[in-house]
């Protein structure tokens, strides 16, 4: 089984060799059916013949064009605090993904820690998952990963394209990691550049203007990343320059690993080595001490993962060494003022939704 790595260099054509080219060739044979069925899909809500079903809430989804990690679950936290703090009763609805039976799956995890007082509701039917919402007396519900679920309508959809792999290798999925063709992020009401801050002002200029092609009509932002504080399983944080001197040992289990060997890249400590896990990895104890083993042959004296891994293994320590999480925030550069805007429009358009307090307008 390849890792999101090794898949990723397959797809992008850095492997080479006649069995990378004849894997190729087999995925983009397996795109044709599943692009087929996307394209039908849509047109079917796109002419009607397929319906959505509104709710007495306003709707706003974050989603992406393209599998693996994109920054949603940082979007996802600042949306619903920003709606929070104004006032608003938001809940979030996600499919769950990899979840187990009766469980919440990691990003659920995640976000319950970030946001304690925000409910959760997951299904693979996100309409019964808003009913829920609704019965809690949400007034806002955000839509986690839910650009391509047209089932719910939605007043603001929020598509981030990661700036570095905004197209998913320029094919559908298995041969790019496209869920749906390009065209598609023409239903798109904000764009966003996540991970902004990694690219050069040529890169972000060359990709802004593809969006625009694609989304004539959607407000464009940039966001980046940061690292904020290393995080404990018992939600202790403590700074990052705790690290400063130390020799560390990294591991992730998530769509996008190299986004996380940027973050790690940026922080006051050697990390010797980094391991792979396929994403929403399910750690074994069997894991748990083969890391153990792992760091100690490569000197380690600290482990740090994603905060997703953290949530899964819901341990302090990993053998004789501390583990600790990067916490990731979003801050957003250009572009704010029009999310914002587009937020707080949503949320005052029906009766039912709150009147958000301490927000202005923006005239034409």
């Not at 659920?108 to 299904?123: D, I, N, R, Y």
């Not at 990052?240 to 020799?247: M, P, T, V, Y």
């Given at each position: 089984m390849?890792?999101?790595?090794?898949?990723?260099?397959?797809?992008?054509?850095?492997?080479?060799?006649l069995r990378?080219?004849?894997?190729?060739?087999?995925?983009?044979?397996?795109?044709?059916?599943?692009?087929?069925?996307?394209?039908?899909?849509?047109?079917?809500?796109?002419?009607?013949?397929?319906?959505?079903?509104?709710?007495?809430?306003?709707?706003?989804?974050?989603?992406?064009?393209?599998?693996?990690?994109?920054g949603?679950?940082?979007?996802?936290?600042?949306?619903?605090?920003?709606?929070?703090?104004?006032g608003?009763?938001?809940?979030?609805?996600?499919?769950?993904?990899?979840?187990?039976?009766?469980?919440?799956?990691?990003?659920?995890?995640?976000?319950?820690?970030?946001?304690?007082?925000?409910?959760?509701?997951?299904?693979?039917?996100?309409?019964?998952?808003?009913?829920?919402?609704?019965?809690?007396?949400?007034?806002?519900?955000?839509?986690?990963?839910?650009?391509?679920?047209?089932?719910?309508?939605?007043?603001?959809?929020?598509?981030?394209?990661?700036?570095?792999?905004?197209?998913?290798?320029?094919?559908?999925?298995?041969?790019?990691?496209?869920?749906?063709?390009?065209?598609?992020?023409?239903?798109?009401?904000?764009?966003?550049?996540?991970?902004?801050?990694?690219?050069?002002?040529?890169?972000?200029?060359?990709?802004?203007h593809r969006?625009?092609?694609?989304?004539?009509?959607?407000?464009?932002?940039?966001?980046?990343?940061?690292?904020?504080?290393?995080?404990?399983?018992?939600?202790?944080?403590?700074?990052?320059?705790?690290?400063?001197?130390?020799?560390?040992?990294?591991?992730?289990?998530?769509?996008?690993?190299?986004?996380?060997?940027?973050?790690?890249?940026?922080?006051?400590?050697?990390?010797?080595?980094?391991?792979?896990?396929?994403?929403?990895?399910?750690?074994?104890?069997?894991?748990?001490?083969?890391?153990?083993?792992?760091?100690?042959?490569?000197?380690?004296?600290?482990l740090?993962?994603?905060?997703?891994?953290?949530?899964?293994?819901?341990?302090?320590?990993?053998?004789?060494?501390?583990?600790?999480?990067?916490?990731?925030?979003?801050?957003?550069?250009?572009?704010?003022?029009?999310?914002?805007?587009?937020?707080?429009?949503?949320?005052?358009?029906?009766?039912?939704?709150?009147?958000?307090?301490?927000?202005?307008?923006?005239?034409?």
């Amino acid at each position: 089984m390849l890792t999101a790595s090794q898949y990723r260099a397959l797809i992008s054509g850095r492997s080479r060799g006649l069995r990378a080219s004849l894997a190729r060739a087999a995925l983009s044979i397996a795109a044709v059916p599943y692009s087929l069925a996307t394209r039908a899909r849509n047109l079917a809500f796109d002419r009607g013949w397929k319906k959505s079903h509104a709710v007495p809430a306003a709707v706003i989804s974050v989603g992406n064009l393209t599998l693996g990690g994109t920054g949603k679950t940082p979007m996802v936290e600042w949306i619903a605090r920003w709606l929070v703090d104004r006032g608003a009763r938001v809940a979030l609805v996600s499919r769950g993904y990899a979840a187990s039976r009766g469980s919440a799956n990691d990003e659920a995890l995640e976000l319950a820690q970030k946001l304690p007082g925000v409910p959760h509701f997951q299904s693979p039917d996100r309409v019964a998952a808003a009913a829920g919402a609704l019965k809690q007396q949400a007034q806002v519900i955000l839509l986690a990963d839910g650009f391509q679920h047209r089932r719910l309508r939605r007043d603001v959809d929020i598509v981030l394209l990661d700036a570095l792999d905004p197209w998913g290798a320029g094919r559908v999925f298995p041969r790019g990691l496209l869920r749906e063709p390009a065209c598609g992020l023409r239903r798109a009401h904000v764009v966003c550049l996540s991970r902004a801050d990694l690219v050069t002002a040529r890169e972000r200029d060359h990709i802004r203007h593809r969006a625009r092609q694609l989304a004539p009509h959607a407000d464009w932002i940039e966001a980046a990343q940061m690292p904020l504080a290393l995080r404990s399983a018992d939600g202790i944080e403590t700074e990052l320059s705790s690290l400063a001197g130390r020799r560390a040992a990294a591991f992730c289990g998530i769509g996008n690993p190299e986004a996380f060997r940027r973050t790690l890249s940026t922080l006051p400590c050697d990390v010797a080595a980094f391991r792979e896990f396929p994403d929403h990895h399910a750690y074994t104890q069997e894991d748990v001490q083969s890391l153990s083993a792992w760091a100690g042959e490569h000197r380690a004296d600290v482990l740090l993962c994603t905060h997703k891994d953290l949530v899964k293994l819901s341990i302090d320590r990993i053998g004789d060494l501390p583990l600790r999480a990067i916490r990731i925030g979003i801050q957003i550069g250009s572009g704010q003022a029009a999310l914002e805007d587009r937020l707080a429009r949503a949320a005052l358009t029906r009766d039912s939704k709150p009147a958000l307090v301490g927000i202005g307008r923006r005239t034409a």
